[in-house]
Each structure stands twice: as structure tokens, then as C-alpha cells.
């Protein structure tokens, strides 16, 4: 029989590797509540309109990499591509831009894109992101900013990533400036890539975006999208700047950022890592004002970003030191089977306390539940015979030292407040 394995794409998540993710989140809450964002949790697929509406039916996103189907009474959904258009609709749904003018939240969850698998691009991935509503003042992106900026250093990657920074200005000056980027473009259109050339009509920023030499090279002198800023376009880019100068975090201004999705407005950012190779896009994200409207609710600014977790952890050279091994404290070791009660029990009172107890179902002998006790990286191991059963004892055994005592059953607890105060 054909041995099932896991789909193109997507990858088991091994108990060797899932400390190193416990660590990521346990940063990622620890970051949020530093910045008194509140966790948000969205169900994994929407309604497919959902996204059409908010990344636009041009992007690659939603024309070609969704994963959706018909449900049996007809609705069209889709595997969340990403968390912003969801967020958005939960912010809408349950009207919490009424009950607080400023809404900050943060994500950790699975996302989903029909790409072709690559080291560092998946099918199904991990993204952990942040949403803030309210407030379309530039102190508001910077602080998102800021936040990526701390965990990015907390994980002892912030030297080795870069932050590039744009704005794409307000509505009104994208759409004066797709005109003169056209312009610039149609006496060459007929060497673009067929990507591109479609690009041309839906959305030709995203030409901006290539990779291919040819068009990088012919882009060279093409006008900048700072040339219709507005003054407020101005004022605001030139503020988020300085607010990030004030706190040190590193820019490089890139004026062809601008990003793949269709609901971004002035500020647009991405870390790359310099360790990641092709795809280097460590997080990404950007101001979104008109995106609440959009999709039916009040008009409230906000701004953004989305990280790739199994990103993160390739990126995180020192995550083995940083892990550390998950900690085992007791490794209880029982000798026949009339101590099983007395050992379960007193194993229990051990974990109420607040002990790591690792014990062994398998009765074995006590030789081969010692050498597991070793292995197991438990600092002590418990050990109940026939004689510490009837005389209400236990014996301790240091396994660094090998030091061994015997103390009353009662006196267990009392004994290892006493030893790790
Ligand atoms: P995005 O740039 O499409 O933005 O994705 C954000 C991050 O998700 C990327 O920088 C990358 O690290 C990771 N990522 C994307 N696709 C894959 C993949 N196939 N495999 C592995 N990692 C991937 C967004 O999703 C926006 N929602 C960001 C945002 C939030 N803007 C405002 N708020």
C-alpha cells in the first residue's frame, strides 16, 4: 500500500522543533503585551469575497494562488491567504472600533497560498502579524514598525535584516501617479515580460516590484511616486521617519517598494534577511485606511504587518541557544508493580508543585529506567523499591553527582522547595 505522507507544500512540525517555536511565540506574546496589543484568533477559511474584496482580484493572491471551493449550500470560501482581511472583517463584525478608539492587536496562525514550494516558501505557513486601528497618525506606524524591530532583536536577528521603508501616497496621488508611470512605460511596453504587460492595465506599480534585469534596467530613470505626494502625503512620511530615527531602528528608503496587495496606502515596509537567499522577505506589511470602508465598516484608519514564522526560525542562527532543551527536573523510577499507586500519586503531588516528572509506563528494570533517567536530562531520579515502599521513603538520586539519600515520603516536596530555593 502507497504510504501517505504530508501534501507538497506543508510540513509536520516535529517535537525536535517545536520548542524552538514555543520560544518564537512565547517572544512574539511577550512583545505584544509590552505594546498593549491583545491576541486575536480568526477561524482559518472565510468567505472567498472576503479576500477578493480587500487584496483586489488582480493580485497574485487572490487570481492564483487561493485555495477555495463551493461548500455544499453554495457559499465560496477559501483557506485564509493571510490575516488582515480577516481581522478586518472580526474588527467590523463585532464593532470594536466602537468600544475603543484605538484597537491594537496581534496574530499567530496558519495561512495558506498555492505557490510553488521553495525552501522558505510553503503552501501551508505560519504567519504572526499585528493590526492597529485608530489612529492614521505617523507615531502609529512607527510604533508597528517598532514592535517587528523588537522581536526581530530579542531573537538576535535585527543586525543581520534590513528595513526598507516607502510611502505610496494617498489615494488621490497613486492614481495621478499610475498615469505618469504609464506614460513612461508605453513607448517600452512591447519588451515587458506578459506579466508585466498585463500588470500595465490592472495595476502597473506592481511593475515597479520585477525582478527580471531587463525591466529593473529600463525602470532605471522612471518618475518616483514622491512626485505626487501631497503635502499631508509629505508631512506624514517625513514624520515616520524621524519618529524611527528618535529610535534608532535602521532604514533604507526604496521608492520601488510597493508591496503586492491592493489595500495599502502612504507607509509601506519590509525586513529582508541577508541570510535567507531568494526569499528573503523576513515580514512585510503597511498603512491601510481605506480598508475598513472597504469592506463595510466605518472609515478608521490602520496600519500593519505580517511575518513568515518558519522564516524567522531559519533566520535565527542562535535559536539552539536560545531553546535550551525543554526541562525535565524528576525522572521517578518504581521497581514493582505494588509501588505504582504511592509512585503515581506522589508523582502528581510533585507536577502540583510545580515539578517537570517524567515517569515510565513501560516496567522496565531499574537498570534500564536509570539509563533513561540519564538520557532524559532530569536532574533527579526518585526511586521506589519494596523496602522505601513499606518504610514510607523514597530515595533521591542527584544525577549530576550521583549523590543518593533516602528521606520519607512526606518529607518530598519540603525537600525540593528546600534544594531549588
Ligand atoms: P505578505 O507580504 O503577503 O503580507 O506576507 C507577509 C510575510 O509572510 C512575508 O514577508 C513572508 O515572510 C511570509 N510568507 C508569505 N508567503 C509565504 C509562503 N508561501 N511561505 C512562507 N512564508 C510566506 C501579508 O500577508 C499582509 N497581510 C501583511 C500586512 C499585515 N499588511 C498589513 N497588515
Redesign the pocket.
Known sequence: MRQIRTVKGTHDILPGDTNKWQVLEKIIHGVGSRFGYQEIRTPIFEETQLFARSMGEDTDIVSKEMYSWKDRDGTNLTLRP???APVVRSFIQHSLGTAAPLQRLYYIGPSF?R?RPQK???RQ?H?F?V?AFGSGNPEQDAEVIAMAWHILSQLGISESSALQLNSIGSPDCRMAYRETLKEFIRPNLDQLSETSQKRFETNPLRILDTKATHEKKMLEGAPSVSDCYTDEDKWHFESVQDFLNAMDIPFTLNPRLV???DYYTRTVFEFTSKTLGAQD??????R?DGLVETLGGKATPGI?????M??FLMAMEEIEQKSGESKNDIYFVCLNEEGLSDALSLSNELRQAGYNVISDPLRRSMKAQMREANKSGARFALILGETEREQKSIQVKDLKNGDQISIAQSDLIHHFQHLTK
Do not use: D
Open positions: 493571510e490575516l488582515t497560498r505557490e522558505g516558501r510553503l505557513f504567519q502579524g493590526e508591496r503586492g496587495l522577505a523576513l515580514l512585510g506589511g503597511g491601510y500593519g504587518f505580517a511575518a513568515g518558519e522564516r
